[in-house]
């Protein structure tokens, strides 16, 4: 029972054994990786790998997304060490996840960051291995992208979030938390007629094509239908979810870059999660946490929670494999 683990089971990002199964650890003790995974830089027999990109160099007026890794992995610890409630599989017993840490660059060279992210993500791939990335200012799902359409083609985008971050910007070299999605539509990244943006918010003229549910249409029709009009929306196509966290309203994610009344509830951000298990989902991110605007940490609690539930997606998918 998870009591008498207790007593002796720690520090099981480090001594851990096996990449598979539940850890029982102290919630204020530990070392803190996310879920308790074990760190580690062999993917060999990997299934899902999570890594932090500690990286925020364009969010509009509020700075700290670069410490969003390090709190939603201490969030995470504050997880029941059982499997996700309420999910019919368990990907924490029955796929090899590890803790991969974090992107390494530098910090004073940012022109050099976005190759160094996808070289990143592309040697995860590379060994058949998901990849869920803890941000990080949204820009870093740009680079991302360019992995992922490597080894898929253009792949279909399901984001969560208060804002499109399609606005127009034809220098393919600016580092843009606001223009990214413009970029990988226009690089051929992302097939813009199978991808949708839930939760939207804010006025944009030109969505190129990309299906919106704003939040309005999320609050009138509800989880479940939204979820429906998701899923007929990316069909079966591969598909990259990221989930900005001020897709959330404020009142459920104050510590976010870009705040936006109106937003998701947590209820039912989570909802819809549950009920798109079934797309043909390939890897994910959350991002945009930012510790400094929450000193409640309710922010890295949600990041931490979307996170798992990308990975229980994932593993809806590979449960044949189980």
């Not at 992302?190 to 094509?209: C, E, F, H, W, Y």
């Not at 922010?299 to 044949?320: F, K, P, Q, S, Y």
Request: proline residues 7%; charged residues 20%.
């Amino acid at each position: 029972m998870a009591l008498e683990d207790a007593k002796h089971m720690i520090d099981h990002a480090f001594t851990r054994e096996d990449m598979k199964g539940l850890s029982f650890e102290i919630t204020f003790g530990g070392a803190t990786s996310f879920l308790r995974r074990k760190y580690t830089k062999d993917l060999t027999g990997v299934d899902i790998a999570v890594t932090g990109v500690p990286f925020d160099q364009a969010v509009t007026n509020r700075p700290g997304t670069r410490l969003g890794p390090r709190a939603i992995r201490e969030a995470s610890c504050l997880q029941s060490p059982d499997e996700p409630y309420g999910w019919p599989h368990k990907p924490l017993s029955t796929l090899a996840i590890a803790d991969y840490g974090d992107l390494a660059f530098d910090h004073a060279d940012v022109p050099a960051f976005p190759a160094a992210l996808t070289d990143h993500i592309r040697g995860i791939l590379a060994t058949e291995t998901a990849s869920v990335v803890l941000g990080g200012d949204h820009y870093i799902s740009f680079p991302i992208l360019k992995a992922y359409a490597e080894k898929y083609g253009p792949i279909s985008l399901l984001q969560f979030d208060a804002h499109t971050d399609t606005w127009p910007d034809d220098n393919m070299d600016r580092i843009d938390h606001g223009t990214m999605f413009y970029k990988a539509v226009k690089m051929g990244l992302v097939d813009p007629k199978t991808s949708v943006q839930v939760g939207i918010r804010t006025t944009n003229d030109d969505t190129l094509g990309v299906n919106i549910i704003d939040a309005p249409t999320v609050h009138e029709i509800g989880p479940v239908e939204t979820a429906k009009r998701i899923k007929a929306i990316l069909g079966d196509r591969p598909t990259y979810l990221t989930f900005d966290i001020d897709c959330l309203d404020p009142a459920y994610a104050p510590g976010t870059g870009t705040p936006v009344w109106g937003g998701l509830t947590s209820a039912q951000a989570s909802r819809i999660l549950r009920e798109i298990a079934g797309i043909n989902i390939k890897g994910g991110d959350v991002v945009e946490v930012s510790p400094p605007f929450d000193t409640t940490g309710a922010t890295a609690i949600a990041g931490a929670h979307v996170a798992t539930e990308i990975i229980c997606l994932l593993g809806w998918n590979m449960r044949d494999n189980d």
